[in-house]
């Protein structure tokens, strides 16, 4: 099993900034890809960011421009930095990450249970 802890939200004013972080821990051969997502009440899960082993990331047109993912390899951490945030984007964050417990085990996906970023206007 892999567990995921996100931490870093809380409540910002608009055009503030937030840095998340979200550290994998467990059984871990290997993390492939590792991605945030976020949930606004009433609407489903989108994805914000996601960025592979080897650092190549890609952003929902939400977030370009504004966020940063990063990873710690060493670590297992990823991280996002939020800038210039709109009260649009309060949601709780939830990050994944696709790992192995084995080089023979399956990939298999987890998820954090996710921290609440709220920006006021």
């Known amino acids: 099993q892999v567990q995921l802890v996100e931490s870093g939200g809380g409540l910002v004013q608009a055009g503030g900034s937030l840095r998340l972080s979200c550290a994998a821990s467990?059984?871990?051969?290997?993390?492939?890809?590792m991605g945030w997502y976020r949930q606004a009440p009433g609407k489903q899960r989108e994805l914000v960011a996601v960025?592979?082993?080897?650092?190549?990331?890609n952003y929902a047109i939400s977030g370009k421009g504004r966020f940063t993912i990063s990873r710690d390899n060493a670590k297992n951490t990823v991280f996002l930095q939020m800038n210039s945030l709109k009260p649009e984007d309060t949601a709780v964050y939830y990050c994944?990450?696709?790992?192995?417990?084995?080089?023979?085990?399956?990939?298999?996906?987890?998820w954090g249970k996710g921290t609440l970023v709220t920006v006021s206007s």
């Open positions: 994944n990450a696709d790992s192995q417990t084995g080089s023979a085990a399956p990939i298999i996906t987890y």
């Open positions: 467990g059984s871990i051969f290997s993390i492939n890809a």
């Open positions: 960025i592979t082993r080897i650092g190549s990331t």
